[in-house]
């Protein structure tokens, strides 16, 4: 379905937020003839590229269509809100994890100095102390028979 715009709607809204007296006042801004204005006027329309060039701030969805925002800051400061919300709390979250993470590597440092100090003192058992250590196996006892149960 093909949708008219109010091109010359459009037109006025970007003048009424430029406080332009008059359409000369206008046209000399765009930097046309003011009989390019008002043929624009009269046909319903207007040079998108050129608007969007000169209009710093326009939405180029405001442009298109005239409805929403006309400028593209308050559009989008609204609409970065929230993510500038969310990112300050990954922030947040990012700096406890930090925090938590040199807890953890101060522990570690800390185990590490106390394994090799420990390593320092600790003597390595020779051979006979190794098998002094380990305990003689242990005879495998005899089943008894059923026959000697019963007596």
């Keep these: 379905m093909f949708m008219i715009i109010d091109k010359a709607l459009i037109l006025n809204k970007i003048k009424e937020h430029y406080s332009f007296k008059s359409d000369a006042a206008f046209a000399r801004f765009l930097e046309i003839k003011p009989q390019t204005l008002a043929t624009w ?3 319903n ?3 998108i590229e050129l608007l969007y060039a ?17 400028l593209r800051n308050s ?6 809100e929230p993510k500038k919300v969310e990112t300050d709390k990954e ?9 938590d993470l040199q807890t953890i590597n101060e522990l570690l440092t800390r185990t590490v100095a106390d ?5 320092t003192n600790f ?12 305990d ?13 149960a019963k007596k």
């Design 54 to 70: 000169k209009c710093e701030g326009i939405d180029g969805n405001f442009l298109l269509s005239g409805n929403g925002e006309i």
């Design 91 to 99: 922030i947040e979250r990012l700096k406890d994890k930090i925090s």
């Design 115 to 119: 394994l090799d100090k420990s390593k």
């Design 45 to 47: 329309t207007f040079d």
């Design 75 to 80: 559009l989008s400061e609204s609409k970065n």
């Design 41 to 43: 006027y009269s046909r």
């Design 123 to 134: 003597q390595y058992p020779n051979e006979q102390t190794v098998l002094n250590m380990v």
């Design 136 to 148: 003689e196996p242990e005879p495998e006892l005899k089943k008894p028979k059923k026959d000697d």
